[in-house]
Nanobody
């Protein structure tokens, strides 16, 4: 079974920073494509950042220039550095993507996410 655990969220003031961590486990050989998602109350879950196996990244327009996604392949971990946070960034943040094992590639089950609240 593939598990993802998100951590690092919290309450910050506008303009502050947070670093989110996504740790994958479950006999995973490697991460193919991994993305950070967020979902605010009443909204659809949206992709905010993604990174592929070669390290190429892409970002939603709303976070471009402020957020940075990175990965450590040896540790099966993905991070999201969030700078210059704004109230509209408030949401539950999730990670997911395509992960490889022995003879398979699949998404993980959704984790609990980590709450990010930006407020003064």
């Amino acid at each position: 079974q593939v598990h993802l655990v998100e951590s690092g969220g919290g309450l910050v003031q506008p303009g502050g920073s947070l670093r989110l961590s996504c740790a994958a486990s479950g006999s995973i050989f490697s991460i193919d494509i991994m993305a950070w998602y967020r979902q605010a109350p009443g909204n659809q879950r949206e992709v905010v950042a993604l990174i592929n196996s070669g390290g190429s990244t892409n970002y939603a327009d709303s976070v471009k220039g402020r957020f940075t996604i990175s990965r450590d392949n040896a540790k099966n971990t993905v991070w999201l550095q969030m700078n210059d946070l704004k109230p509209e960034d408030t949401a539950v943040y999730f990670c997911n993507g395509l992960l490889r094992g022995s003879g398979w590639i699949r998404t993980a089950s959704w984790g609990q996410g980590t709450q990010v609240t930006v407020s003064s």
